[in-house]
Nanobody, 126 residues
Framework: QVQLVESGGGLVQSGGSLRLSCAAS????????LGWFRQAPGKERTFVAA????????NYADSVKGRFTISRDNAKNTVYLQMNSLKPEDTALYYC???????????????????WGQGTQVTVSS
């Protein structure tokens, strides 16, 4: 089992920035890719970004390219999501997810991730 704990969410004005963190514990040795997903009220959960823990390859949803950056600190078993130029439409519950699959095809599908955190709320006011 892999346990994931997100932090760093909050309320920010449009145009502002936030950095989310995802700390992984447990059987992390089998984890190859960590991803971020988000779910806005009344909508389905969607892919935001993913990163390979070895090599650092990344993949982003088109809606966040150029504004969000995913990174990792393997020594701390932590993945970050730096979010800049935030917009009201970025408001959502943000989830961290882990998978033993490689990022070869981007891994944008939530059903490929067996491990999930509880989520952290991000609210962007206009």
């Amino acid at each position: 089992q892999v346990q994931l704990v997100e932090s760093g969410g909050g309320l920010v004005q449009s145009g502002g920035s936030l950095r989310l963190s995802c700390a992984a514990s447990g059987r992390t040795v089998s984890t190859k890719t960590l991803g971020w997903f988000r779910q806005a009220p009344g909508k389905e959960r969607t892919f935001v970004a993913a990163i390979a823990l070895t090599g650092g390859s990344t993949n982003y949803a088109d809606s966040v390219k150029g504004r969000f950056t995913i990174s990792r600190d393997n020594a701390k078993n932590t993945v970050y999501l730096q979010m800049n130029s935030l917009k009201p439409e970025d408001t959502a519950l943000y989830y961290c997810a882990a998978t033993p699959m490689a990022i070869t095809y981007g891994l944008p599908h939530q059903n490929l991730y067996p491990y999930w955190g509880q989520g952290t709320q991000v609210t962007v006011s206009s």
